[in-house]
T-cell receptor, first 115, second 113 residues
Framework: DARVTQTPRHKVTEMGQEVTMRCQPILGHNTVFWYRQTMMQGLELLAYFRNRAPLDDSGMPKDRFSAEMPDATLATLKIQPSEPRDSAVYFC?????????????FGSGTRLTVV | DQQVKQNSPSLSVQEGRISILNCDYTNSMFDYFLWYKKYPAEGPTFLISISSIKDKNEDGRFTVFLNKSAKHLSLHIVPSQPGDSAVYFCAASAWGGSEKLVFGKGTKLTVNP
């Protein structure tokens, strides 16, 4: 079964530290999303890429968050400096183009706790 | 401003009965709708979708109904099984430059044996 792999699964860090989350999309998928899940906001889109080019990062706090795709097999989401309000589950999802017939495939998420 | 709303945070049904999960949207540009299911400690998994040119799509025990005039869709699960217990997310997207999914906050379904 093809799947989206996210690392680490859990991360606890102190406020002010840098956090990097990684995602390996499904081979052949050209669209990659970063979502954040919180109790208050549900699933929010942070950023997404098509063919490694950023298409939309309007959901991301620009001063502290950055998202990149160094190559087709790796997407990263970085927070620097981290704050307690960043505590959430961060999901990566991948798909082929618009994925309208079958949706997008999500990874299992990275649970981030900033203390 | 929430564009996709799931007004029931939770729903409890008996095994074998019908589960109906509801979703409302406000953006008239949305033309594709999806339902995802999420178990604890896992990512959401795609369940079923519907295009705005249809009013019904069926896949086994799952049926999605779309009422465009009311900007409302619903997911029916018949018959409900204990393994269906999960959080269900409604999502929508608008064609024409933006394929990103806008999600509702989810409805937690509990199917009791």
């Amino acid at each position: 079964d093809a799947r989206v792999t996210q690392t680490p699964r859990h991360k606890v860090t102190e406020m002010g530290q840098e956090v990097t989350m990684r995602c390996q999309p499904i081979l052949g998928h050209n669209t990659v999303f970063w979502y954040r899940q919180t109790m208050m906001q549900g699933l929010e889109l942070l950023a997404y890429f098509r063919n490694r080019a950023p298409l939309d990062d309007s959901g991301m706090p620009k001063d502290r968050f950055s998202a990149e795709m160094p190559d087709a097999t790796l997407a990263t989401l970085k927070i620097q400096p981290s704050e307690p309000r960043d505590s959430a589950v961060y999901f990566c999802a991948s798909g082929l183009d618009a994925g309208r017939d079958y949706g997008y495939t999500f990874g299992s998420g990275t649970r981030l706790t900033v203390v | 401003d929430q564009q996709v709303k799931q007004n029931s945070p939770s729903l409890s049904v008996q095994e074998g009965r019908i589960s109906i999960l509801n979703c409302d949207y406000t953006n008239s540009m949305f033309d594709y709708f999806l339902w995802y299911k999420k178990y604890p400690a896992e990512g959401p998994t795609f369940l079923i979708s519907i295009s705005s040119i249809k009013d019904k799509n069926e896949d086994g025990r799952f049926t999605v109904f779309l009422n465009k005039s009311a900007k409302h869709l619903s997911l029916h699960i018949v018959p409900s099984q204990p393994g269906d217990s999960a959080v269900y997310f409604c999502a929508a997207s608008a064609w024409g430059g933006s394929e990103k999914l806008v999600f509702g906050k989810g409805t937690k379904l509990t199917v009791n044996p």
